[in-house]
């Protein structure tokens, strides 16, 4: 697969809000022409539901999820902080549906989409297709300085500090 070629769904969150998502994602990618890769957050469960123009994994290692990730044209997941982090230090285009009832993820989908970091919508109106649409036009513009440039700052911050004292 190339970029152009599959969207990444990564679920994850407490339940019922997980499984409700899922099945918002099942009935909408079968009907759908794109191909999509779905992993569904269950690292104990055996069972692979088979579902058209999708492969699905119940869980993947890291290496295996970031390469995905690395990969994916757009990666739908929730607006959890260790999500936005990842996404921010690959600097890949997402789009951010917080779990209801999670304030701090509703928040934080809305405020990245303000900065020009995400595409964010909510899960009661969960629509792939509007999403998709939004997110072609979307400027992808915010991301946040990695550990490395704010590291680079701070080392250029403290050398200065240390010359004015001499």
Do not use: W
Not at 119 to 146: C, M, P
């Amino acid at each position: 697969m190339t970029k152009d070629e599959f969207l990444l769904f990564v679920l994850s969150g407490p339940e019922p809000q997980r499984t409700i998502f899922e099945q918002m994602i099942f009935a909408q990618v079968e009907k759908e022409e794109y191909s999509a890769v779905i992993v569904r957050g269950l690292p104990l469960n055996s069972e692979t539901p088979v579902i058209k123009n999708a492969i699905i994994n119940n869980h993947l290692s890291k290496e295996k999820l970031e390469n995905l990730m690395q990969r994916a044209r757009f990666i739908f997941c929730r607006s959890g902080y260790s999500s936005v982090m990842d996404i921010n230090a690959m600097m890949l285009k997402s789009i951010l549906i917080p779990t209801p009832g999670q304030t701090e993820q509703e928040y934080l989908g809305k405020y990245l989409m303000e900065k020009g970091f995400a595409v964010s919508g909510e899960q009661k109106e969960f629509r792939v297709r509007d999403l998709l649409s939004k997110a072609l036009q979307f400027n992808y513009d915010g991301f946040i300085k990695t550990d490395e440039h704010l590291l680079s700052t701070a080392i250029d911050d403290f050398l200065q500090v240390l010359c004015k004292l001499n």
